[in-house]
T-cell receptor, first 113, second 112 residues
């Protein structure tokens, strides 16, 4: 079983839709949770960063973490064609020193006109 | 503000040659990480370095791969005697400390 599971998609939605992306994980030591966006043949771009459980909002993006269920989500409101990309969840078990990230395989999102 | 810089962006090597990938972290960042991304797969951690020290190399293949982050200059990921299975995108990330990592554009290695 992988430490981080993520539905690879592809997920196709019309412009303006609300998108929900999710990851589950098995390692209860994970405390830091991130979402990255990766356009084709580019490097991952950090979108959201959260620590432990709770919600965080930044513009059209909302990240949720439920540590009791080992489940994290990214919501995108009013989706745009420019949101078409692969979305990667990542997490780490930092104990106060910098730590490696464990990634999901990514969900490919296509926002259509 | 320059982000994480990687070069070359594309590298072609024949089997048995050596590949050297370079990474310059963001200004003020002293932590460097290397990840590998195979086609249709997520990023896999390889190694974490601070200046002149390897902190965690648990993701590095035992043979042919090495990494360094000298006191002066960029971090180097070195792959000796490359094989076709080494073809992948190699990403470098940097951070200031125990927080978010920022990624470079990657080096795409193709082994013929």
């Amino acid at each position: 079983q992988k430490e981080v599971e993520q539905d690879p998609g592809p997920l196709s939605v019309p412009e303006g839709a609300i998108v929900s992306l999710n990851c589950t994980y098995s390692n209860s030591a994970f405390q830091y949770f991130m979402w990255y966006r990766q356009y084709s043949r580019k490097g991952p771009e950090l979108l959201m960063y959260t620590y432990s459980s709770g919600n965080k909002e930044d513009g059209r993006f909302t990240a949720q973490v439920d540590k009791s269920s080992k489940y994290i989500s990214l919501f995108i409101r009013d989706s745009q064609p420019s949101d078409s990309a692969t979305y990667l969840c990542a997490m780490s078990a930092s104990s106060g020193t910098a730590s490696k990230l464990t990634f999901g395989t990514g969900t490919r999102l296509q926002v259509t006109l | 503000n320059a982000g994480v810089m990687q070069n070359p962006r594309h590298l072609v090597r024949r089997r048995g040659q050596e590949a050297r990938l370079r990474c310059s972290p963001m200004k003020g960042h002293s932590h460097v990480y290397w990840y590998r991304q195979l086609p249709e797969e997520g990023l896999k951690f390889m190694v974490y370095l601070q200046k002149e020290n390897i902190i965690d190399e648990s993701g590095m293949p035992k043979e042919r791969f090495s990494a360094e982050f000298p006191k002066e200059g960029p971090s180097i990921l070195r792959i000796q005697q490359v094989v076709r299975g080494d073809s992948a995108a190699y990403f470098c990330a940097s951070s200031r400390g125990p927080e978010t990592q920022y990624f470079g554009p990657g080096t795409r290695l193709l082994v013929l």
